[in-house]
């Protein structure tokens, strides 16, 4: 071997020690610095330790007599100690060294670290509530008072705290809350499916179930139809997928709805009622709306798993299920109006186009009626004159009675026309009755033996004047033509009554028999034959008289006389 490859191997040697010298060295620092903080730990253990007898001491006296859980733990969340009630109530001995990380509720998590740090910065926290689970996986509500421990240096090294279950009287709160929330949310809502869908989506987070349905009863087909939902039947417009209707009697909900009595069941696999919707669900519970002693509707709610629902929720619900059961009853009797004022305004339509068709028809008729018989008086005319010669004085009274008999049948189209025509207010205007009337009495025919007097001056009403005159046209012409007496008197008066007025028009002639008082108003209804009435005039005054929303009525006595009264709203 030659000296070049000796010295290359000397110096790979000599770097090969250099370096195991440096990392001996190294070795030595981080051992020395391991045992260090092994030292320190100890140390601050021991401390700890320490700090703890010494407030354990302080303490004892206290935590022997409390009623809460008590317990103390490092800053990691280690349970150091805790007394006999925090066993029980976390469900973790001693020996088992919970975590109290592992205790909080997931929901709770963030609001709990952000307690923690609190308690670390400011040295205590109170009235910290959250939830928690406890080794058996039950839920609980507590309320935490804490302060931290610290060193001889003041520098905080664990914390202790007392914990209060206040799972009840949360849950009651909890309880309270929603119903006062269900009460707001349905607050002077009328629409039926939007109430239900209210109640439907706040019980189902109150179970924390993603399935509550709500059925409304139907008495006339004896059935349940589901009218809100939440969860997968719950469409994006609120609607309902694949909508059941149940019969009474049938299924959990059919019998419930018979029974009128809640029911839950742990395990519908076991149930031979069960019905499946859209997934199966192991455990229901069901309650009835009961409205004054009747069962109107149906709150159903399912859950995935068998045995959850409980006594407490059943109570919750059937508290809910009887705040909003005079709601739902209120709607019900509206969504119930609402399709009779549909009913009743579709029929209202019907009936205005049968109106219209009814007075084109009689405008029709009247002039195709009215044709013939002007063509049968000419051509009577007509052979009368051109046989005036001919005919013998029988023959000549026998066209008079044509002639008669043909102007009142035209009388009695036009009169006709006249009614068709009454079911609008055409003009409405202000008009000065007692113009009007003084006015028409100047032009109607009133032999002398007859006086008619207004008792009073009379009103201005808003309405169709030539309806109006009508009226009193009809009125007057009828007492004035039925007066047999010597001195016939017809008064005409008015009485205000509030927002009525009240017409009377009385006379002495011959009477009506109480027997003929409804027969009088229906239409061609005649009690004496003459020449001139077609028996449509009192069905006219009462046809405008119901038109303008007041009503007509009369007494009379043979031979004594009549009196007509009729209101007009003001």
């Known amino acids: 071997m030659d000296n070049n490859k000796v010295d290359i191997l000397d110096r790979a040697l000599k770097r090969q020690k250099e370096a195991r010298k440096t990392a001996e060295q190294i070795l030595e620092q981080r051992s020395l610095e391991l045992f260090n903080t092994s030292e320190e730990l100890k140390r ?46 976390f469900g973790y001995s001693m020996d088992e060294s919970p975590n109290v990380v592992d205790l909080i509720y997931k929901e709770d998590y963030l609001y709990a670290m952000s307690s923690f740090q609190e ?5 205590k926290f109170s009235g910290f509530t959250a939830r928690i689970i406890t080794k058996e996986k039950k839920i609980k509500w507590v309320n935490i008072n804490a302060i931290t421990i610290l060193d ?21 709160q909890i309880v309270l809350d929603l119903i006062n929330n269900i009460a707001q949310s349905i607050l ?14 706040k019980i189902a987070k109150y179970l924390n179930t993603n399935d509550c349905i709500i059925y409304l009863l139907d008495n006339d087909s004896k059935t349940l139809e589901q009218i809100a939902a939440y969860g997968q039947k719950q469409q994006k417009d609120n609607s309902i997928f694949n909508r059941i209707i149940l019969p009474i009697g049938k299924g959990i909900v059919g019998t419930v709805a018979k029974i009128g009595k809640s029911e839950i069941i742990h395990d519908t696999s076991k149930d031979d009622r069960y019905i499946l919707d859209d997934k199966i669900r192991y455990s229901e519970i069901t309650v009835p709306i009961i409205n004054n002693g009747e069962v109107i509707g149906i709150i159903d709610a399912e859950h995935e798993q068998k045995n959850y629902f409980n006594e407490d929720q059943l109570e919750t619900v059937e508290n809910i299920a009887n705040l909003v059961a005079l709601q739902l009853k209120s709607a019900l009797n509206i969504r119930e109006r609402k399709k009779v004022e549909d009913k009743n ?33 000419a051509l009577s005319t007509w052979i009368k004159m051109d046989n005036l010669d001919c005919f013998d004085k029988n023959s000549l009274e026998y066209f008079d009675d044509l002639e008669m008999t043909l102007e009142k049948m035209e009388g009695l189209i036009s009169d006709v026309l006249k009614f068709s025509k009454v079911e609008s207010k055409d003009q409405e205007e202000e008009v000065d009755l007692d113009f009007l009337v ?7 025919y009133v ?34 033509k039925f007066n047999n007496k010597e001195n016939g008197i017809i008064t005409i008066g008015v009485e205000d009554q509030n927002s009525f007025y009240k017409f009377t028009i009385t006379d002495n002639g011959i009477g009506i028999d109480k027997k003929h008082f409804d027969k009088i108003f229906k239409i061609f209804q005649s009690l004496k034959e003459a020449k001139d009435s077609s028996g449509i005039g009192l069905s006219i005054v009462k046809k405008i008289v ?13 031979n004594k006389g009549t009196t007509f009264y009729f209101t007009l709203k003001k």
Not at 152 to 172: C, F, L, M, S
Not at 353 to 374: C, F, M, Q
Not at 461 to 470: F, N, Y
């Open 44 to 89: 601050v253990n021991k401390q700890l330790e320490e700090v703890l007898d010494e407030k354990n001491t302080q303490l004892k006296g206290v935590f022997e007599n409390i009623n809460d859980a008590y317990l103390v733990m490092n800053l990691n969340g280690e349970v150091l100690k805790m007394n006999d009630i925090a066993e029980r109530f």
């Open 119 to 123: 308690l670390i910065e400011k040295g």
């Open 152 to 172: 001889k240096n003041n520098q905080p090294i664990a914390a202790q705290g007392v914990i209060r279950d206040i799972t009840e009287e949360r849950e009651k």
């Open 188 to 201: 002077g809502k009328e629409e039926i499916n939007e109430i239900a869908s209210e109640i439907s989506s």
């Open 345 to 377: 305004k579709e029929l209202l339509e019907k009936l205005t186009i049968s109106n219209e068709e009814l007075k084109e028809y009689a405008h029709i008729v009247s002039h195709d009626l009215k044709s013939p018989l002007r063509s049968i008086a």
């Open 438 to 444: 003084r006015d028409l009495i100047k032009m109607l």
């Open 447 to 480: 032999p002398d033996n007859i006086t008619v007097k207004i008792l009073s001056k009379l009103p201005s009403v808003i309405g169709d004047k030539t309806k109006l005159q009508q009226i009193f046209q009809n009125l007057i012409s009828n007492a004035v």
């Open 546 to 558: 119901n038109l303008y929303q007041g009503e007509i009525w009369l007494d009379s006595e043979i």
